[in-house]
Structure formats: C-alpha cells, structure tokens
C-alpha cells in the first residue's frame, strides 16, 4: 500500500468551528487531493495540489481552504464547520499527470453536529 | 463542462459469470481514464487504466473497453466472486487539464450472489 496517512479518522465537532484535516503521504508524489464522498455523490473533488504551495478548486471548493507547505503534507480547512460539510473525506496521492493513477488513503469521517 | 456518469447504481450477479460495469463521460477531451474499486470502509483502490490512444486493456481478470465516438467506457470482470462485492468508479483526467484533476464518476454497486 502506499504510504498515505489521514488523520484524525473520525472527528466530531460542532457548528462554526474549524476543523482541519491531514494528510500525510511518504512516496514523494506530486499530486495530492481531497475529495468528499456522499450518498448519492460519489467522490467530489474538492482541492488538489500540483506541488508545494501550488493549490487549485474542485468541484466543491466552497467552505474549504488547503495548504501544501511541504511535498508530504497537504492539508484540508474548514474555517466554520457547517453540517453540510458533515461527510468522508478522502485524501489522494499520485505521481504524475501521465501516470494518474491516485492512492487513497483510508477516510476521515467527520460529523459536524 | 466536465462530468463522468454511470448508466447503472447497481449490479447483482452470480458468482462464475462474468460483469460488465459501464460508464458514460462528457469531456471530449478526456485523456487517461482509470478503474477504481472500493470496499465497504476503505478508500478507493486503482484496478486499472487506460489512454484515449487505446480501445482495450487487459489485466487479472479485468478489461477496460474504451469507445470514443461514443464517449462510453466500460469494466469487464470475468468470472466474478464474491470478494468482486464493492462499487466501482471509473475516472477521468482531462488531456488539457494542467493540473492533473482526477474526476470520478457516481459509482456502480456490484453484488455477486454465491
């Protein structure tokens, strides 16, 4: 498996308060990701990252902020956690634009309450 | 604009026959489009892949069929079992998209019946 770690795996957390999610990986691969997944959404996209501190949106950016100060660490923030944003949130890793396979890691589910 | 759809939510088969998951995608210029498959409580994993240069891939057990003209891709597992129970994604990435993002489809459930 690749080496990719999210955390916390589960977090509970009230209204309006920020959140931040990490994600760890140890392959040196440019390409990172955050995707949501819902019932009946599948996996929206909602940053990713070409490199370090170079970020773009997703299809759901709105209410999520990233950082990516270093290849390994690419993290997820939301400023005030809404319930809406209540959901599994996986990070992705991939090597490059030509081989896109992505690496997931195992989830992070967060409930906003 | 972009999107990657699927014709079907979900699929029951016996174990021994063989499954086809489809997947329908909208972005013409679409370059690279992947298979994914993803168990109860874990995260997608990569089955395989296939360029907009190629109509067919093969690997364990798997094939991808890739129709441009009609934009429509395809998962063939053969001789399904009961450990193929997952739902499947297929995703694409754009050939003009600089950077490198990764859009799935809906997902297919597949169910195998022993």
């Known amino acids: 498996d690749a080496g990719i770690t999210q955390s916390p795996r589960h977090k509970v957390t009230e209204t309006g308060t920020p959140v931040t999610l990490r994600c760890h990986q140890t392959?040196?691969?440019?390409?990172m990701y955050w995707y949501r997944q819902d019932p009946g959404h599948g996996l929206r996209l909602i940053h990713y990252?070409?490199?370090?501190?170079?970020?773009d949106k997703g299809e759901v950016s709105d209410g999520y902020s990233v950082s990516r100060s270093k290849t390994e660490d690419f993290l997820l923030t939301l400023e005030s956690a809404t319930s809406s944003q209540t959901s599994v949130y996986f990070c992705?890793?991939?090597?490059?634009?030509?081989?896109?396979?992505?690496?997931f890691g195992q989830g992070t589910r967060l409930t906003v309450v | 604009g972009e999107s990657v759809g699927l014709h079907l939510p979900t699929l029951s088969v016996q174990e021994g026959d063989n499954s086809i998951i489809n997947c329908a995608y909208s972005?013409?210029?679409?370059?690279?489009f992947i298979w994914y498959k993803q168990e109860s409580g874990k995260g997608p994993q990569f089955i395989i892949d296939?360029?907009?240069?190629?109509d067919k891939r093969q690997g364990q057990r798997v094939t991808v069929l890739l129709n441009k003209t009609v934009k429509h891709l395809s998962l063939q597992i053969a001789a399904t079992q009961p450990g193929d129970s997952a739902v499947y994604f297929c995703?694409?990435?754009?050939?003009?998209?600089?950077?490198?993002?990764?859009?799935f489809g809906q997902g297919t459930e597949l169910s195998v019946k022993p």
């Open positions: 296939i360029r907009s240069n190629m």
């Open positions: 995703a694409e990435i754009g050939r003009y998209n600089q950077g490198g993002k990764l859009i």
């Open positions: 972005n013409s210029a679409s370059d690279y």
């Open positions: 990252s070409y490199g370090v501190k170079d970020t």
């Open positions: 392959e040196n691969h440019r390409y």
């Open positions: 992705a890793i991939s090597e490059s634009l030509g081989q896109g396979r992505a690496f």
